[in-house]
């Protein structure tokens, strides 16, 4: 079985639109689960869906928080008649799901004797530097 975009967004999956704002979920996880595919390759077939699925959520909520971290604390919107408040508990709650999710991806290559690991495990958390996060579109 072949994991699909529709497989990883709710109500099947744990992504919701909301959770990018500006409507490029799609895009984010059709180059995801590319990234995931080209990752997994050398795993077992019983366990790449599961292993692609891992990968692709690892960097949903790796976007989501690395957005929120860079984004005011509070926001006001529609001329003040909403607003919006992020907490650090909320931040740091993506994280431990990113996190969650990186090391569920790592195990199926720590299973695996025959995985290559160089081009699969993920080996730093993020993939954006400091510098660039002035020019994220999360």
């Known amino acids: 079985m072949s994991l699909s975009a529709e497989q990883l ?4 999956g744990e ?4 959770f990018f704002p500006l409507g490029d979920l799609g895009d984010r996880l059709d180059a995801w689960l590319a990234e995931a595919n080209a990752r997994v390759g050398s795993l077992a077939s019983a366990i790449r869906d599961s292993a692609a699925k891992a990968y692709v959520y690892y960097r ?3 976007a989501i928080q690395l957005r929120l971290s860079t984004e005011p604390a509070s926001v006001s919107l529609d001329s003040g008649k909403t607003e919006r408040t992020y907490t650090r508990d909320q931040i740091a709650e993506l994280r431990r799901r990113r996190d969650e999710y990186r090391a569920e ?3 199926y290559f720590q299973s695996t004797p025959s995985a ?4 699969g495990q993920i080996t730093s ?3 954006t ?3 660039d ?5 999360l």
């Open 9 to 12: 967004k709710a109500p099947q």
């Open 15 to 18: 992504l919701e639109e909301s």
């Open 60 to 62: 949903a909520f790796d």
């Open 105 to 107: 991806f790592n195990s």
């Open 116 to 119: 290559t690991v160089a081009t």
């Open 125 to 127: 958390v993020g993939t």
């Open 129 to 131: 530097k400091a510098a």
């Open 133 to 137: 996060v002035g020019k994220l579109k």
